[in-house]
């Protein structure tokens, strides 16, 4: 996607890679406090300045939940996240790694499905690339249809 619509490489690289840094560490909210440690990182790499705010300021919009994507860069990583979700056995594996009922997981995979579809791909062509796994996986957790 960055090649495809032209953003600045080296930020979606680097915001790829280090976008989930917290979760290491099990530190939430992941989004928040992995911008904050990717940035140090950055830094101390002796990254341009420039380069890690924006880094940082990508890893900390890709949940699109406090803080949502503006820039081109910020809308890609969103987008792959989300778009990484529909590769099997991640819903699952929420289910397999949470102490909830299978019914709350169902309900929460249902609310997270519609959040990954609808909110987090800012590019039509890439919600078209992952409409069969959503209308699949939406029959799995049991949407009415
Ligand atoms: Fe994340």
Known sequence: MAVKY??????????????????LEDLE???????EKAYKILIERRFNLELAKEVSSTILTHRCKKYAP???EQ????????????????????????????????????????RDFNEKIFFEEERKLVAIHYEILKKWFGFQI
């Open 6 to 23: 032209g953003a600045d490489l080296e930020v979606v690289w680097l915001a790829a890679m280090l976008h989930d840094i917290a979760r």
């Open 29 to 35: 909210p992941h989004d928040e406090i992995g911008s």
């Open 70 to 72: 503006e820039t081109l």
């Open 75 to 114: 809308k890609i990583i969103a987008t792959a996240d989300a778009m990484a979700h529909f590769i099997p056995p991640f819903y699952f594996w929420i289910g397999k790694y949470s102490n909830k009922s299978f019914e709350e997981v169902l309900e929460k995979n249902r609310n997270k499905l519609e």
